[in-house]
DNA sequence: ATATTATTGCAACATTGTTGCATTAACAAA
DNA sequence: TTTGTTAATGCAACAATGTTGCAATAATAT
C-alpha cells in the first residue's frame, strides 16, 4: 500500500474510463463547460449521475476548478498547473457567444475591513469577448 | 393614463400585496434572500411561481438586485438607493451563518484589456463574516 | 489470480425554474 | 361609485438540475 496519497481521508481514487474522459474534454475545451454540455460531449460514456460525481472528484483532486456564472449557471474548467496557479482567478462571461473563459494573469485587488476572514471569491465578469467584439 | 412609466415596452406596473409584501422582507432582511427564504417568510402570501415573477419584475423595476453565490444559489437584495449605488458591488457569503450581504463600500479594482466589453459583474467573496468571527 | 473496495448504473426522489391558461384584481376613466 | 381594460395571480403540468441508496462492476494492491 506503498503509494502517494493526494485526499484526507486516505482513501484510494482510481482512473476510470469515465473520469479520463471527462478530464479530457474539459482539458480539450477552450471554455468552461457546464453539467449538460459535459453530458452531450463525453457522448454516453458514463451515467449522468456518474458525470456530478466525478466532477466533484476531480475539484477535490484539483484537476479542475469551479466556475459559478453570473446567471448562476455551473460550469468547470480543467485546471492549469503551470506557474502561479490559483482558483481564484477571474472568469469572464460572454453575452454573444455564452463562453465562460479563465482569465488567470489578472488579479482582482479588494480591500475589506479585518473583521471579514476572506477565503476564496468567485468574480465572473460579464460583457462581450474578444471573439465577438 | 396621465401616468409615471417605469419600463421600456410602456406596460404599466401594478401594486400588488404580494409585491409589497415580497419588497418589504427583502427591505426588512439583514441579508439576501433565496426564492425558498422568500417562500417561507412571506408566509403564504402568494403562490410559489407569483414569488418568480414578482422578483423578475422588482429586479427590471430596479427596486431589487439579484446575486449568484459562490455555491451557485441565486438570492436578491433591496436596492439601497442612497448615494453613489450600484448593482455592481461585491456580495460577502459566510461559510458559518450562509448570509449573502451587499458591501457597497468596497469597489473592485479590475483592469482588463482592451478587446473585452465589461458590462457587469458578479463578484461573491466567501468567508467568514465579522458576527462569525 | 484473488481480495478489497472505489466506482458505476439505475431507479427513485427532491429541488428549482418555466409555461399556458382561465380567473382575479389593480387602476384609469367615466 | 361604477365600469372597462389588462396586469397579475393561481394552478396544473412540465422541464431541468441535483441527490441518495443499493446492488453490480471494475480498478488496483498483494
Ligand atoms: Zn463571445
Ligand atoms: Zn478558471
Ligand atoms: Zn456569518
Ligand atoms: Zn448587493
Redesign the pocket.
Same mark, same amino acid.
Given at each position: 500500500?506503498?503509494?502517494c496519497c493526494n485526499n484526507i481521508f486516505?482513501?484510494?481514487?482510481?482512473?476510470?474510463?469515465?473520469?479520463t474522459t471527462?478530464l479530457n474534454v474539459l482539458k480539450n475545451a477552450e471554455a468552461a463547460l457546464?453539467?449538460?454540455e459535459l453530458?452531450t460531449l463525453t457522448n %454516453? $460514456?458514463?451515467?449522468? $449521475?456518474?458525470?456530478?460525481? $466525478?466532477l466533484?472528484?476531480l475539484v477535490n483532486e484539483d484537476n479542475v476548478h469551479k466556475v459559478v456564472t453570473s446567471d %448562476? @449557471? @455551473?460550469k468547470y474548467a480543467a485546471c492549469n498547473h503551470s506557474a502561479h496557479h490559483s482558483h481564484d482567478h477571474v472568469h469572464f462571461n460572454c453575452e454573444k457567444c455564452k463562453t465562460t473563459t479563465c482569465i488567470e494573469m489578472v488579479l482582482p485587488v479588494i480591500q475589506l475591513s479585518n473583521d471579514y476572514t476572506v477565503k476564496s471569491f468567485n468574480f465572473t465578469v460579464t460583457g462581450i469577448c474578444p471573439k465577438c467584439n
Open positions: 500500500m506503498q503509494q486516505m482513501k484510494q481514487f482510481r482512473n476510470t474510463t469515465a473520469k471527462i457546464s453539467h449538460a453530458l %454516453g $460514456v458514463c451515467d449522468r $449521475v456518474t458525470i456530478y460525481r $466525478v466533484e472528484r %448562476g @449557471i @455551473i
